[in-house]
């Protein structure tokens, strides 16, 4: 789907990339920060913190442990993190989140992505002899959390980031997805009554948006602000 169609608050259809026009009798907003429903309403979004970067890339190294594994250098005001994920026994995803204005900074100074990814990510033990050349491709996303005012219409529902992006140190956002999914199809094969439709519309929208604010406020104030982790003499780990 390349834009949407709107009839006042109302989605009409679905224009893909190949000019084809889709219609229908509801419509879910699966496209992420894209929003494609959500801009096309003009529906705002409450943003949490400032912006910030994420660069990754593959590594052929050896698998280190099962699962994901997070690192978090807690000695900064605002706080940065790595990420390694198994994506096979030698090949793994190695990764970096750090403030946008950091990012930036070292960019201007001439740094490639991938030396700002090997030297951000040598203060942590496990990273600290990483070449530059034998990575793959550097990739990088900037993002900003953040909660859609409204979620909801007569005909559709936003889920997933597309309705509220929670910062990816909690590895909430696939879950929520599916959830929100599980629960938009629910609504739409459910409730036969408008006053019983009308009432599950407002549930899920006041549910997806308070979760949304209670977990970006919850990570915002207790995670990545310095005064909590000092008060409790958290350092690097």
């Not at 793994?92 to 990510?121: C, D, N, T, Y």
């Not at 980031?161 to 739409?188: F, H, K, Y």
Request: aromatic share 8%; hydrophobic share 40%.
């Amino acid at each position: 789907v390349a834009s949407v169609e709107m009839d006042g608050d109302r989605v009409s259809g679905c224009v893909t990339r190949s000019g084809r026009r889709l219609e229908a009798r509801w419509f879910i907003d699966a496209t992420g920060p894209s929003r494609l429903i959500g801009r096309a309403a003009a529906i705002g979004v409450r943003e949490y913190a400032t912006a910030r970067v994420c660069l990754w890339t593959q590594v052929v190294a050896p698998r280190a442990r099962e699962g994901t594994t997070l690192t978090l250098d807690t000695t900064k005001d605002s706080l940065e993190w790595a990420w390694e994920i198994p994506l096979a026994e030698d090949r793994q995803s190695f990764g970096l989140v750090m403030p946008g204005h950091a990012f930036k900074s070292l960019e201007r100074r001439g740094r490639s992505k991938a030396q700002i990814l090997v030297e951000q990510l040598a203060r942590f033990p496990r990273y600290a002899n990483l070449d530059p050349d034998a990575l793959g491709e550097v990739r990088t996303r900037s993002y900003r959390p953040y909660v859609s005012d409204r979620v909801v219409g007569p005909n559709w529902l936003m889920a997933g980031e597309a309705a509220a992006m929670i910062d990816p140190l909690t590895s909430a956002g696939v879950t929520a997805a599916l959830r929100n999914g599980s629960e938009a199809a629910t609504i739409i094969a459910g409730p036969e009554g408008r006053a019983d439709l009308e009432q599950a519309l407002a549930d899920y929208d006041r549910r997806l948006r308070g979760l949304g604010d209670l977990y970006n406020s919850a990570i915002e104030s207790l995670i990545y602000e310095s005064r909590v982790r000092r008060a409790f003499g958290l350092r690097a780990a």
